[in-house]
C-alpha cells in the first residue's frame, strides 16, 4: 500500500509539472512566443531587419534558453495584455513602466532602465506653466501607464482635460503633436528622445513622473520556472555589461536635443543632400551610405567649400597630409572628398584592435578620424588606467574629456587632446544617422505608398477590355497589408 501511495503522488506530481512548468513547455514548443510594441525603443523594422533594445534582449533569453525568438508585435499595450491573458505569448518586452497598478495583476524583471513620462507639445505654442494651464485635451493611448498618471493627476485637477485613444500609439500621436493636429500627448522620456530627432518640432513642456523602472512582465501564477529563469538572465546580462552597453546604444546618443541643429539637418537633408547622394552611395563599399553622409555633415554640414582654422578642407573636410597619402589631388572636388573620407574611415575601422566589438568599432573609429589615431589610443589606455573596459565604447566616451586635463594628458604617449569634443562629434554623427535611416525609410515607403496607389488607379481606370498591367495586383485579395499609421517599415506580424 505504502508503495502504491508513493507511485500514485509521484505520477501526480509528474501530471502537475507537465501541467505548469511553463519553462518546460517552451522548451518543449522550441520557441518562446514574446509581444512587444512597435516602437523605436522596443521593436522595428529598419533596414528590412528586427532592430529595438528590447528585441535584442529578447532574442538574447531565447537563444539562452536554446529555442527559436517568435516575435508578436502591437500598437498598444492594452492589446499585449489581451494577448498574455489569453496565453497568447509568454511574456510581454515592451518598456512597461513598473506601477502599482500593473503590480496587482503582473510579475515584472527585474528593471533594465528607468523612464520619465513627459508632458508633449509643439515648439511654437504657448509653453504651459503648469497642469491648470491645460485648456485643451491631453490625449494618451488606452492601456498605456499614461492613462494611469492622467487618473491619478484629475483627482488633483478636477478641470484637467484629458482623451484615451482607443487605436493608433504613442509614436502616432507624437506625430499628431508634431503636426499641431492635437495640442498635447504623455509618452516616456525615451521615446520622446528618439522622435525629436524626426520631429524637431517636439517639445517637453513638464516632467509628470519621478524615474520609474521599466520592465518586462508576466501572467501571476503559481509556476514561477520562466520567472526564474529570467531572474537569472537579467542578472547575467548585468553583470556581463550587455544591459549597460544595449542602453549605451539605444539611448547614450540622445541625451541632448538642439532644436536648430535638427531642424536645419532636416532641412539641409531635402534640399542639399540629393545633390551628393549617389557619391555617397558609389564610395560606401562596405559602408552605409548614410554613415558617410552624416559624417560630411558634421564636417561641413555638406558644403564642398568649407575650410576650418586648421586647415582641413572639402566635404569630408580632410588634412591635407591624410589627401596626399590617399591619392587625393582636390580636397574642394566633392566626388575626391567623399571618394577619400570613405577610403580613410575604412582603413581606421581596420585599425581598430579587434578585442573591440565589431558593431562598436565605428565608433572608435570616429574618434580617430576626429582627433587622430594615436589619441584614440590614448583615451583606451587612460580607461584602463582607470578601471573601465578600453573595448567598450560606454567607458571609453567617458574618458575622452580627459585628454584636456593636464594630470591625465600627462599619462598618455600623445598628449593633450580636444577629447570633449571628439565625444560629441561622435554623439552628433550618431543622432544625424539615425535621423537620416528613419528619412530613408520613411521615403522609400511613401514611394512604394505612391507605387501601389498609381497601380489600383491604373486599375480603376482602365477599359474592360485592356490586360491588366505588370505592376498591378491581380485580384484585391492579392494586395499587401494596410500600412501603419505611424509612417515606417513595421509589419502586422513577424517572427
Not at 286 to 304: P, V
Amino acid at each position: 500500500m505504502l508503495i502504491l501511495l508513493i507511485g500514485v503522488l509521484f505520477l501526480g506530481a509528474c501530471s502537475q509539472e507537465a501541467g505548469q512548468n511553463q519553462l518546460n513547455e517552451i522548451k518543449r514548443r522550441g520557441e518562446l512566443r514574446v509581444g512587444t510594441l512597435y516602437s523605436s525603443t522596443t521593436y522595428r523594422l529598419l533596414d528590412s531587419a528586427p532592430t529595438g533594445l528590447d528585441y535584442e534582449l529578447a532574442k538574447r533569453f531565447a537563444d539562452s534558453l536554446g529555442v527559436r525568438l517568435k516575435i508578436v508585435p502591437a500598437y498598444q499595450t492594452q492589446q499585449l495584455f489581451d494577448l498574455l491573458s489569453r496565453g497568447k505569448v509568454d511574456l510581454i518586452a515592451a518598456a512597461l513602466a513598473v506601477t502599482p497598478k500593473r503590480l496587482q495583476w503582473l510579475r515584472f524583471t527585474p528593471s533594465y532602465y528607468l523612464v520619465q513620462q513627459k508632458l508633449v507639445y509643439r515648439n511654437g505654442r504657448a509653453r504651459p506653466g503648469s497642469l491648470a494651464d491645460i485648456k485643451e485635451p491631453i490625449v494618451v493611448v488606452k492601456g498605456s501607464s499614461h492613462e494611469d498618471l492622467l487618473q491619478s493627476l484629475s483627482q488633483q485637477f478636477d478641470s484637467l482635460p484629458w482623451q484615451v485613444r482607443a487605436e493608433g500609439d504613442s509614436e502616432a500621436l507624437l506625430r499628431e503633436v508634431a503636426e499641431g493636429k492635437i495640442a498635447y500627448t504623455i509618452v516616456d522620456d525615451t521615446l520622446l528622445a528618439q522622435n525629436q530627432r524626426f520631429y524637431p518640432e517636439l517639445a517637453e513642456a513638464m516632467t509628470l513622473s519621478p524615474p520609474t523602472p521599466v520592465g518586462w512582465a508576466l501572467s501571476r501564477r503559481e509556476d514561477d520556472t520562466l520567472y526564474a529563469a529570467l531572474i537569472d538572465f537579467f542578472g547575467q546580462r548585468n553583470q556581463d555589461g550587455t544591459l549597460a552597453k544595449l542602453d549605451e546604444k539605444y539611448f547614450g546618443h540622445v541625451q541632448s536635443f538642439d532644436y536648430v541643429d535638427t531642424h536645419t539637418f532636416l532641412q539641409r537633408v531635402k534640399e542639399i543632400l540629393p545633390k551628393y547622394r549617389q557619391l555617397f552611395e558609389s564610395y560606401a563599399q562596405g559602408l552605409d551610405w548614410r554613415l558617410l553622409a552624416a559624417i560630411s555633415y558634421q564636417e561641413s554640414h555638406w558644403n564642398e567649400a568649407a575650410r576650418s582654422y586648421t586647415g582641413v578642407r572639402g566635404l569630408m573636410m580632410l588634412t591635407l597630409e591624410t589627401a596626399k597619402e590617399l591619392g587625393i589631388v582636390d580636397r574642394k572636388d566633392p566626388e575626391q572628398s567623399i571618394k577619400g573620407g570613405a577610403a580613410y574611415l575604412r582603413q581606421l575601422i581596420d585599425k581598430v584592435p579587434d578585442s573591440v566589438p565589431k558593431d562598436e568599432k565605428i565608433w572608435f573609429a570616429l574618434v580617430a578620424y576626429n582627433m587622430g589615431y594615436g589619441h584614440m589610443l590614448d583615451a583606451r589606455r587612460l580607461t584602463k588606467l582607470r578601471g573601465g573596459n578600453p573595448d567598450a565604447w560606454r567607458d571609453l566616451k567617458e574618458s575622452l574629456p580627459l585628454l584636456h586635463e593636464a594630470q591625465w594628458y600627462s599619462k598618455t604617449r600623445y598628449g593633450y587632446a580636444r577629447g570633449r569634443e571628439a565625444r560629441l562629434y561622435v554623439n552628433n554623427i550618431r543622432r544625424y544617422y539615425q535621423s537620416l535611416r528613419m528619412y530613408d525609410a520613411t521615403e522609400r515607403q511613401q514611394e512604394e505608398r505612391r507605387h501601389f496607389s498609381q497601380s489600383w488607379v491604373n486599375i480603376a481606370t482602365r477599359t474592360p477590355s485592356e490586360p491588366p498591367t505588370a505592376a498591378a495586383p491581380a485580384t484585391p485579395s492579392e494586395t499587401p497589408a494596410a500600412t501603419p499609421a505611424q509612417g515606417d517599415d513595421r509589419i502586422p506580424s513577424s517572427s
